[in-house]
């Protein structure tokens, strides 16, 4: 069965900075893409980033390049979202996510998720 579990949200400064945390289960990061997601409130769900299973290159979307980090630790199976230079717009509900293979990274597309965890930014 496929688990994954965030902590590490909570309430922050503008320009301020938070690390998300991810442990997962049931498969490995060598079989599937692992990445998160982030939903705010009234706006669709967006991927923040993602990485390959096939290659281990990371995608990053534009509005986080540079600013947030996407790391993973095979042995503890843990995935690290590290959130940088944070705005209020970055204000969402951020979430673990895993896709069987299949699909590219940058799709927005997981077949899993966990059940996210709140980061709100002030201004």
């Known amino acids: 069965e496929v688990q994954l579990m965030e902590s590490g ?3 922050v400064q503008a320009g301020g900075s938070l690390r998300l945390s991810c442990v997962f289960s ?3 990061s060598d079989d599937y893409d692992i990445g998160w997601i982030r939903q705010a409130p009234g706006k669709g769900r967006e ?3 993602c990485i390959s299973s096939a290659d281990g290159r ?3 979307p534009d509005f986080a390049s540079g600013r947030f980090i996407t790391s993973r630790d095979n042995t503890k199976k843990m995935v690290y979202l590290q959130m940088n230079s944070l705005k ?3 204000t ?3 979430y673990c996510a895993a896709d069987a293979p299949g699909r590219d990274c940058g799709m927005g597309l997981y077949d899993f998720r966990g059940q996210g965890t709140q980061v709100t930014v002030s201004s």
């Open 92 to 94: 969402a509900v951020y």
């Open 9 to 11: 949200g909570g309430l």
């Open 47 to 49: 991927e923040v980033s």
């Open 88 to 90: 209020p717009e970055d």
């Open 26 to 28: 049931g498969f490995t």
């Open 58 to 60: 990371v995608f990053t």
